[in-house]
């Protein structure tokens, strides 16, 4: 029951758009006692400004944190408009979604980042969709950049996380 909790707190953190500061109590009754958990959400003051990748592939290279992928996630969450875990059942739906946004990146896991062209694609039989043209880096010890379509950078569907960020 805690981790249903947790995940409400997330989705509610999350889903909150008000840039003012506002408090969230949410209250999960359990069969020995009522938890009461707050929340207060911050005034957002970071930019995509703050994700140099959107604007420069490369500049990942140039980031000095020990998994400058896993950094940009960090990042991203906060400061996408929307954040899509995707999966061969919801990539085609998520990728017509995508066409209305400016910027879309693909992580997978923490070793994989790719920024989409969603208007040149190529279809792909793994995935059941039209997978665009895709630019980004593998982690593998040093990060290996890579241009090719998403399907050949990001994988076969399995069970790695792959989350999909929109940008305005």
């Known amino acids: ?17 008000d840039n003012q500061k506002e408090k969230v109590d949410t209250t999960v009754e359990t069969t020995t006692h009522t938890e009461t958990t707050t929340q ?33 996630k960090i990042k991203a ?17 998520a990728l017509t979604k995508a066409k209305d946004f400016k910027n879309v990146v ?5 070793h994989t980042i790719v920024k989409l062209d969603v208007n ?10 039209c997978m665009p043209k895709a630019e980004g880096y593998i982690k593998k010890g ?13 994988g076969l569907p399995d069970d790695q996380e792959r989350l999909l960020f929109l940008f305005d």
């Open 142 to 154: 040093d990060l290996a950049y890579q241009n090719d379509y998403a399907n050949n950078i990001i």
């Open 120 to 129: 040149d694609c190529k279809p792909s039989g793994a995935w059941s969709a």
């Open 40 to 72: 207060n959400t911050k005034k957002n003051t970071e930019t995509n400004a703050d994700l140099p990748f959107l604007k420069d592939i490369k500049s990942l290279e140039k980031d000095t944190s020990a998994n400058p992928i896993e950094a940009f």
């Open 106 to 110: 693909i992580t997978v896991d923490n």
């Open 77 to 93: 969450t906060n400061l996408a408009t929307e954040v899509v875990k995707i999966n061969k059942d919801n990539i085609k739906d």
């Open 1 to 17: 029951m805690k981790h249903l909790a947790y995940v409400l707190i997330l989705v509610l953190a999350f889903s909150c758009k």
